[in-house]
C-alpha cells in the first residue's frame, strides 16, 4: 500500500499546484494568499489564537500550499510527507514565497523518532486519513511528536458522503464503516482538474467514520476537545459536492445537506507519571 501510495504521490506532484488546475491557485500563494479553507481556519483558531512562534507539524504535507501559509502566519514549520517528489516541489515553492519551512520524508502512520516531542501543534487536512489503514496507529505517530500540551487540528473528508456514487436517486457503494483498504484506479487525479491528471493513477485508500477517528485519538493518549461535522465549505469539493447560490459547496442526500468535512482537536496532556 505505501509504495502504491508513493508512486502515485509522486505523479500527483508532477501536475498539482503548476498553476493550470482547479485545486491549486498557484498565482493566488505565489501572490501571499492564504490556502486554508474557511473551515480550515475557523478550527485552527479553534486550537489556538494564533499559529505565531509555534512549533507547528503539517502532517502530510504534499506540495506544500497550507506549509506556506502557516509559515506566513508567523509558525516554525515542518512539513512531513511520504512522496520525495511532493518535498521538492514544496521546498521549490517556499523558496518562491519567501518562507523557510523545513521539510521531512517520512510515513504519517511511523513518524521518526527525531520529530518526538518537538511540536506545539500538529496540523493535518483534507484526503489524509484516506492513506491511514489503522487510525489509532496514524494518531499515535502523530501524538508523539507534540509537546505535552500540544495540540492536534484535523479537518478531514466526512465517511457519509463518500459512501456514495450516486446521489440524485441515491446509491451507496459500500457500507457507512467499510474501512477498506479500497484500490481504486482511474483517469482523474481524485481532487485536481482531470485534465491534468498524473501518468500514475493507481491509490489503495481507506474510510474511516467521526466515531472511529475520535475513539482513536482518546486510545493515543489525546484528550478531546472539540469533534465538529461541517456540512459546507467555501472551496470545491469532492463527493457530490456543488456550489449553492450563496457560494458555498454543499453534498445533499434527497434534497437535504450532508456533513461535508468532520474536525477534531485534541490535546496531549503532560504524562501522569507514577502513580
Request: net charge negative; proline share 7%; with cysteine.
Amino acid at each position: 500500500m505505501l509504495e502504491i501510495n508513493r508512486t502515485y504521490w509522486d505523479a500527483a506532484a508532477e501536475v498539482h499546484g503548476n498553476g493550470d488546475d482547479k485545486t491549486y491557485d498557484l498565482a493566488g500563494l505565489l501572490a501571499g494568499q492564504d490556502t486554508l479553507t474557511a473551515v480550515e481556519d475557523a478550527v485552527l483558531r479553534e486550537a489556538t489564537p494564533s499559529v505565531a512562534g509555534l512549533d507547528v507539524l503539517h502532517v502530510q504535507c504534499h506540495i506544500g500550499f497550507e506549509t506556506i501559509s502557516l509559515a506566513r502566519r508567523g509558525a516554525t514549520v515542518t512539513g512531513v510527507d511520504l512522496s520525495p517528489a511532493s518535498l521538492r516541489k514544496a521546498e521549490k515553492l517556499a523558496t518562491r514565497c519567501g518562507v523557510r519551512p523545513s521539510f521531512v520524508e517520512a510515513d504519517a502512520n511511523a513518524l521518526p523518532e527525531e520529530l518526538w516531542g518537538r511540536f506545539d501543534l500538529a496540523y493535518a487536512s483534507i484526503g489524509v486519513l484516506h492513506f491511514a489503514p489503522d487510525p489509532t496507529v496514524w494518531m499515535r505517530s502523530v501524538a508523539r511528536c507534540l509537546r505535552p500540551g500540544g495540540r492536534l487540528v484535523l479537518v478531514e473528508y466526512h465517511a457519509l458522503p463518500n459512501m456514495f456514487e450516486e446521489f440524485d436517486p441515491a446509491r451507496a457503494w459500500c457500507a457507512y464503516d467499510d474501512a477498506g483498504p479500497h484500490d481504486w484506479d482511474g483517469p482523474e487525479t481524485g481532487y485536481a482538474d482531470p485534465a491534468q491528471a498524473p501518468a500514475a493513477t493507481r491509490v489503495v485508500f481507506c474510510r474511516h467514520g467521526v466515531g472511529a477517528v475520535a475513539t482513536a485519538a482518546c486510545r493515543a493518549g489525546l484528550r478531546l476537545l472539540s469533534v465538529g461535522e461541517h456540512t459546507d465549505n467555501d472551496r470545491p469539493g469532492e463527493y457530490g459536492s456543488f456550489q449553492e447560490a450563496d457560494g458555498r459547496w454543499r453534498s445533499r442526500i434527497g434534497g437535504q445537506p450532508v456533513p461535508l468535512l468532520f474536525s477534531i482537536v485534541a490535546r496531549r496532556d503532560p504524562d501522569p507519571g507514577p502513580g
